[in-house]
């Protein structure tokens, strides 16, 4: 049985302080790019866009195996 990755990838985690993280998240199928910002218990999820207002998009033959 082959493992699995997760279809989801972190490629950058900052964090302010102890209750409050920025994570970008990178789909593996479709190379779209997640920003997650998490504080206390609340949080919010959402595509990066570029200046054109298009989804950042990582090329998937780019990604870490």
């Known amino acids: 049985m082959a493992k699995n990755k997760g279809r ?5 985690v900052s964090g ?4 409050s993280n920025t994570i970008i998240l990178v789909d593996r199928e479709t190379g779209v790019n997640y920003l997650f910002f998490q504080s206390a218990n609340a949080g919010g ?5 570029d ?3 298009k ?4 090329s998937v033959t ?3 195996d």
Not at 16 to 19: A, D, E, G, L, Q
Not at 55 to 58: F, G, I, Q, Y
């Open 51 to 53: 200046r054109e207002g």
């Open 55 to 58: 989804p950042v998009v990582t």
């Open 16 to 19: 302010s302080s102890m209750f």
């Open 8 to 12: 989801f990838l972190i490629t950058d």
């Open 62 to 64: 780019d990604l870490e």
């Open 45 to 49: 999820l959402t595509p990066l866009l």
